[in-house]
Every structure is written in C-alpha cells, then in structure tokens.
C-alpha cells in the first residue's frame, strides 16, 4: 500500500514535465552560494543571504533595491563558471524567485538574468528580463553558449538595479546538456508582459482610438451626363496607400543589385512599405565613401519611381566611434571641429535636397554626445538650423532609443530626451518630429505602458515617429504576439505618423531572429501581422450601389483611394484622399457613345 503511495505520488510529481529534466552537468560550484560575488553600492541597497522555511532551498539570496541605480547591473549578483564552456553547449538555467516588495510606483518587480564573459566587453551568450511574481515561481532558461570559455572566464549573472524592490532568489542552478540536446526539448519559462491577454482592457480603447484617429468619411456621388444623381451605380473603392507611413530600413546595395535575392528584396519593399530609411547609407563615414554615392543614386530613383518616401539617417550621430575617424583629432580644437560638423551637416543636406521626406538631425543624444561636451549643447541647435538652410522642404527630426523599449522604465533616457526637445525647442531650433527606435529584447513594454509613454512625448504636438523597431527574441510566436499588440498600440496613438521596422530580411538583418522573413524568405509569424494588419485589417476595400440620391458612403482607413463607378455599361474612375475632416467625389459618367 506505502509502495503504491509513493508511486501515484512519484507519477503525480513527473506528470509535470518541467521536473523532468534529462541528466546534465552542473557547470557552477557545488554549493553556489559560497562562490557568490554581490555588488552594489550601499546608496542603492543590499544583497543579503537570507533563510527562509518556504523557499526552494533553506538559505536564498535577499537583495534589496531602495533606489534605482544607472544601469541594472549596478545591483549585481553573479557566480563564476567551474568548469569551461564550449561554444555550442546547450545549458539551462534554473532557479526560483519571488518578490518580497513592489517598487511603489510600477507595481513591478523585474530582474535580468545574464550568461556572459566575466569581463568586458562582458558579451553575452543569454539575457533575459523577466518579471518577479509575489509567490515563488521557477524559472527554466535554456541557451546555447556562442563562444568558448575558460573556467572563470564566463559568470551568471542576475542584474537587479531597477525600480524599488525586494527579490528573494534560491535554487540556483546552471547545467549542462553537451552540444547534442535538442534545445527546444529543455523546459522554457517563456516572457510575458501585462496586456497580453485577449480580453485585456487596453484593447478596446485602442480599437476605439483607431476608428477615431485613423479613418475618416467618404462620400462618393455618381451623376449621368446631365448631372441628374444616378441611384444603383456600382461603386468600386479599393485603397491604394495608406497615409499612415509603414516602413523599414533598407540597404542601396540590395534595392539596386541584379541576384534573386535583391529582385526579391524589391519586390517585399514595393509591396510592403511607403516609407524606408537607409540602414547605414546616410551615415556619415559611409556617405564619405564617395564610390558609394552612384548606388545611393539609383536607390532613391528606384524609390521614387515606386512611389516611396525616403527618411534619411542621420545627420550627426555625436560620439567619435560613429564619425569619420579623422574627426576625433579634432577633438582639442572646437573651432575646426565645429567647422567640420556643421560643413558635413550642410553638405550632406543639400546634396539630397528634395529627395526626402526627413532627416534625423541628431541620433541618440543620450548616450552619444562627444560633440556636444566639446562644443556644447547650442552645437545641435546649430545642426537644426543649417539642415534647414540646407533643404527648406525636408522634415527635421530627433531620434533615440531606450524611450519605448526596456519596458519603458529607463526614466533616465525617456527624462534626458524630454529635457533635450524642450532645449531645442527653447531655442527654436526648427525641430520637427521625435523619433522613438523601438528596438526590443524580451523585456516587452506593456500596451498600456507604450500609451502613456506616447502620451508624454505627444505633449510638444509634433509629430512622434517609431524609427527603427524590432523584436530581437528566439520564441516566435511570442514575437508575432507583441508585434501585433505593438503595431496596434502605436497605431492607436493620434500623435503617431508611422511605423518603420529595422530591416526585414534575415539575410540582411543587424538582429536576424528579429527579421519579418527568413534567409528563404518564408514569412515569420510576426511578419504575416504586419501582412494581416497593414494590408488587410486596417485596409478599405468596399463595393456596392449607390443609394437612392445617387451616393455611397463608407467610412475608410485614412489614405489614397481608387473609386470606379459603373452603371448602363459606361464606367468612370478617379483617385480620392480619405482625410480626417471627411472627403467626397463626384463621379460623372460619360455620354453614351453612340
Ligand atoms: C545599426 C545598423 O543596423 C548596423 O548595420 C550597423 O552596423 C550599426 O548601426 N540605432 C541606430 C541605428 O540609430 O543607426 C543602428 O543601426 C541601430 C541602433
């Protein structure tokens, strides 16, 4: 009777399938624990061992955020390899957490868990960013290692420094499965963000900010010859482009080479988008590379014929590593060194003049601001004004990234950005859009977090723009999920004009896993939403008669239109605008021939 007891039992455990793990090889020290290495400084709180009697182990880590620091792994807590790691082992990860406290504000508690080289540039092989539940909950995050690592050459690390908050973690375990295991058959705790339930309340709201804000009325009226209303015509609407900007980055390489590949690359582009931003093109050392130029040439030729704006990337991107090398000697002259930008920045924008749509005058001031330490902040008001000088046409925008992303909780970058629009706004720089990259890893932003972020950069009525997005994560249907939810929150937004992904070709892709179609061009999940969305969901199609006073009236996604109305065998066809303010056509059929 026992016997069968702990049998059932025995089932009962292993009928949970994250339990049963294959064998592996522990790759840390034995007792994890003592090998620990905590750092934090004292001003942002503590990391404590700690017992507890209901926990994964008796002895678990305490650590006790009471004011967030610069960057998460300013409250660190990390455990050296005991044994080298080859490239290509499969490992997993493995502990327990729960959070003691909240930070007040966010109702959040979050970690990141990293494996990565011991020191700089401390690359890393996994990093995930994962949400903390009040009870415990086990984690399972398996990985593959991409390079080779001496014993105590690589760390796992858990990164704590965000918002206010006590997380407790035990059972801390890294194992090793060898080269061979299938990592898909390892147990995986997959991401999650707040909002992602079908029925969650944001969803309506932003259904309803899109009927508002991204359709307007049209009215279209038939008349016969005479001018007399023709009832029962048939009428014909078809959208042609949506006046919302869709895009991606592209490469002049590829919009211009004669491979499948780049037919193939063409031909996505043309279908998929009306707006595009050169990946590296613009950038100034490669806009230096004068060889360059003719490619750059045909590409915006190309774009042109096909009907697609171009946004140009970018002007000044101000820390040496991304400026001609040569800038850098500059370094201890301010007045040639001004000379120089502003020379490029005026070149470099009337070489171009009238060919696009917009420039980033100024790319991720936050991080990137040698210039501005040796010039000073008016430099980039500077900047603003000779682009305009330059082209009187183009718009001028800012860019940076870390606003929308991270969860939209980097309240340093997202505080740095607001304080830099309003300077230049201040000193009437003739800024004109504000540009949001968007680039994520798993630490997805709730929808409702992205709206109220939107709100706040919608306070300087310009126009806010999502630059460069992509969703750099291995689960693709988690990635089809976000994408949607991301694509319908921004859509939703008034103070939004237009989406650009970063690329979407694996084949030439900065984050290949984040590209909307593979190396073969299959189309990944989240690139059929982008498919479904773009040119289905929010796409007009309408057909059917004219009514008694000869109109039809359809309420459509804000656009170019198509409309052919048909009736006693004649037919006519005209373009319309769908606008916000409500639009009409007449239509009038042509005399019989006779
Ligand atoms: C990246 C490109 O995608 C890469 O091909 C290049 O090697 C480096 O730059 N933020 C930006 C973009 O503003 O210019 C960056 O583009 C990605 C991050």
Not at 56 to 62: A, K, M, N, S, T
Not at 66 to 82: E, L
């Given at each position: 009777?026992?016997?069968?007891?702990?049998?059932?039992?025995?089932?009962?455990?292993?009928?949970?399938?994250?339990?049963?793990?294959?064998?592996?090889?522990?790759?840390?020290?034995?007792?994890?624990?003592?090998?620990?290495?905590?750092?934090?400084?004292?001003?942002?709180?503590?990391?404590?061992?700690?017992?507890?009697?209901?926990?994964?182990?008796?002895?678990?880590?305490?650590?006790?955020?009471?004011?967030?620091?610069?960057?998460?792994?300013?409250?660190?807590?990390?455990?050296?390899?005991?044994?080298?790691?080859?490239?290509?082992?499969?490992l997993l990860v493995r502990f327990s957490a729960r959070a003691v406290a909240r930070s007040p504000e966010t109702d959040e508690a979050v970690l990141t868990v990293v494996f990565e080289q011991a020191g700089p540039p401390h690359r890393k092989s996994l990093s995930r960013t994962l949400e903390i539940p009040k009870d415990w909950q086990r984690f399972d995050l398996p990985f593959r290692a991409d390079e080779t690592l001496e014993i105590g050459r690589a760390q796992l690390g858990f990164q704590l420094g965000y918002d206010p908050q006590t997380i407790e973690i035990g059972g801390i375990q890294l194992l090793s499965f060898g080269p061979e295991m299938d990592l898909a058959s390892l147990p995986t705790t997959r991401s999650t963000y707040e909002g992602q339930s079908p029925d969650a309340a944001w969803r309506a709201a932003a259904a309803q900010r899109i009927e508002e804000h991204r359709k307007g009325d049209l009215i279209v009226t038939v008349l016969d010859p005479s001018g007399s209303p023709v009832p029962g015509a048939q009428v014909e609407i078809n959208m042609l482009r949506h006046a919302f900007a869709w895009g991606s980055a592209v490469t002049a390489e590829l919009l211009t080479a004669d491979t499948d590949d780049a037919r193939k690359y063409r031909e996505t582009v043309a279908k998929l988008f009306n707006r595009v931003v050169f990946e590296n093109d613009l950038k100034w050392p490669n806009w230096e590379r004068t060889e360059q130029r003719q490619t750059l040439m045909d590409a915006t030729v190309w774009l042109e014929d096909a009907g697609i704006e171009i946004r140009g990337h970018c002007l000044v991107w101000p820390s040496w590593r991304y400026l001609p090398k040569e800038v850098a000697s500059l370094a201890d002259n301010p007045a040639a060194l001004r000379e120089r930008v502003n020379g490029h920045v005026t070149e470099e924008a009337s070489a171009l003049r009238g060919r696009l749509a917009e420039w980033d005058v100024i790319n991720e001031p936050y991080t990137n601001h040698d210039l501005m330490d040796v010039l000073g902040n008016e430099a980039m008001v500077e900047w603003f004004r000779l682009a305009r000088q330059a082209d009187p046409e183009v718009r001028l925008f800012i860019n940076d990234y870390g606003i929308l992303s991270a969860r939209g909780r980097d309240a340093a970058h997202q505080d740095h950005y607001e304080r830099t629009i309003r300077f230049l706004l201040e000193q009437q720089a003739p800024l004109e859009g504000i540009g949001l990259q968007s680039h994520f890893g798993d630490d997805l932003t709730p929808p409702p977090r992205l709206v109220q972020v939107l709100d706040r950069f919608a306070q300087f009525g310009l126009p806010l723009l999502i630059t460069e997005h992509d969703i750099n994560i291995a689960d693709e249907a988690l990635q089809a999920e976000y994408t949607r939810d991301f694509l319908t929150a921004v859509f939703s937004h008034p103070a939004v004009a237009g989406v650009l992904t970063w690329g979407f070709w694996e084949g030439r892709h900065w984050r290949p896993q984040g590209a909307y179609f593979r190396r073969d061009w299959s189309v990944r999940p989240a690139g059929q939403v982008w498919l479904d969305l773009v040119h289905d969901q929010w796409w007009t199609r309408d057909s059917g008669a004219t009514d008694a006073s000869g109109q039809r009236k359809i309420r459509g996604f804000l656009g170019r239109y198509e409309v052919t109305a048909t009736a006693e065998g004649r037919s006519v066809r005209d373009t319309v605008t769908i606008t916000r303010e409500g639009s009409r056509l007449t239509l009038t059929l042509a005399e019989p021939s006779r």
């Open positions: 009777m026992l016997a069968f007891v702990s049998l059932v039992a025995g089932l009962l455990l292993s009928a949970d399938p994250l339990d049963s793990l294959p064998p592996g090889t522990s790759v840390l020290t034995e007792r994890p624990l003592e090998s620990m290495r905590a750092s934090v400084q004292e001003s942002f709180g503590t990391i404590e061992r700690h017992n507890v009697d209901d926990g994964p182990d008796q002895e678990v880590i305490r650590a006790d955020v009471v004011k967030r620091p610069q960057k998460p792994y300013d409250v660190q807590i990390r455990f050296p390899t005991d044994r080298t790691v080859a490239k290509g082992e499969v």
